[in-house]
C-alpha cells in the first residue's frame, strides 16, 4: 500500500446504527485530518492530530469521534447521525500539522438513510 | 479569520486555450501556496506548489505568485477536456493547517 488509504470506500448506514472510518498513511508524516465535504461545497477540517494528539477541532458535533492510536492510524467513529452528515469524508496526512502540504486519501463516501 | 478567496465559476475555456485560475488570500505573513485538483466525485490531488515571488513552471501548468498583492494564480496552457475539474487553492498561514479555498470550477470545452 501506498500514500493514504481509506476503508471503507462506500457507507450506508441507519440513523441509529454506529460505524466507524478507517485511515492508513503510509507516507511517515506526523499530522493526519478528518475533512468533511457534502456535495458541490467546499472542503470542511473536522479534526487535527499531530503525533496523535489532538490539536485542532472545529466544532464538530459529539456524534463524531476522532481517534488517533499512533501516527500512522486514524479513525473516526460515527454514531446517531443524520442525514445531513451524508458527504465525503476525507482523510489527509502531511509531515506537520503547522502548513505542511497535505496528501489525501480517495475518501469514505457516506449515506445516512 | 485566515482566509483564501476564490472564484467559484464555472470557468468555461475552449480546447487548446489558456485557463488563468486565482486565488487571494488575507494573511500577509503566509508562506507557501498549493494547487488541488479535485475531480468530481475524487479526492483532491496535490499539483503545485511555490513558495517564491514569481513563476514555475510543470509541464502545462504554471504557478504564479505575488506576495505584494496576495494574490496566486494557476494557468494551465493548451487545456484539454481532461482538465476539467475544481481547482483548490490552499495556502500556508505559517501556524495553522493549510486554509483551503473553495474552489474554481473549470470546464474545459471540446
Known amino acids: 500500500e501506498t500514500g493514504v488509504t481509506q476503508t471503507p470506500r462506500h457507507l450506508v448506514m441507519g440513523m441509529t446504527n454506529k460505524k466507524s472510518l478507517k485511515c492508513e498513511q503510509h507516507l511517515g508524516h506526523n499530522a493526519m485530518y478528518w475533512y468533511k465535504q457534502s456535495a458541490k461545497k467546499p472542503l470542511e477540517l473536522m479534526f487535527v492530530?499531530?503525533?496523535?494528539?489532538?490539536?485542532e477541532n472545529n466544532s464538530v458535533p459529539s456524534r463524531f469521534s476522532p481517534e488517533c492510536p499512533n501516527s500512522s492510524h486514524l479513525f473516526l467513529h460515527l454514531h446517531t447521525l443524520q442525514p445531513e452528515d451524508s458527504a465525503l469524508y476525507l482523510c489527509?496526512?502531511?509531515?506537520?500539522?503547522?502548513?505542511?502540504?497535505?496528501?489525501f486519501g480517495p475518501g469514505t463516501r457516506l449515506t445516512v438513510t | 479569520q485566515k482566509e483564501v478567496e476564490q472564484n467559484s465559476g464555472p470557468l468555461s475555456v475552449p480546447e487548446g486555450a489558456i485557463a488563468s485560475l486565482n486565488c487571494t488570500y488575507s494573511d500577509r505573513g503566509s508562506q507557501s501556496f498549493f494547487w488541488y485538483r479535485q475531480y468530481s466525485g475524487k479526492s483532491p490531488e496535490l499539483i503545485m506548489f511555490i513558495y517564491s515571488n514569481g513563476d514555475k513552471e510543470d509541464g502545462r501548468f504554471t504557478a504564479q505568485l505575488n506576495k505584494a498583492s496576495q494574490y496566486v494564480s494557476l494557468l494551465i496552457r493548451d487545456s484539454q477536456p481532461s482538465d476539467s475539474a475544481t481547482y483548490l487553492c490552499a495556502v500556508n498561514p505559517g501556524n495553522t493547517p493549510l486554509v483551503f479555498g473553495k474552489g474554481t470550477r473549470l470546464s474545459v470545452i471540446a
Open positions: 492530530y499531530s503525533l496523535e494528539e489532538r490539536v
Open positions: 489527509a496526512s502531511s509531515q506537520s500539522w503547522r502548513g505542511s502540504e497535505q496528501y
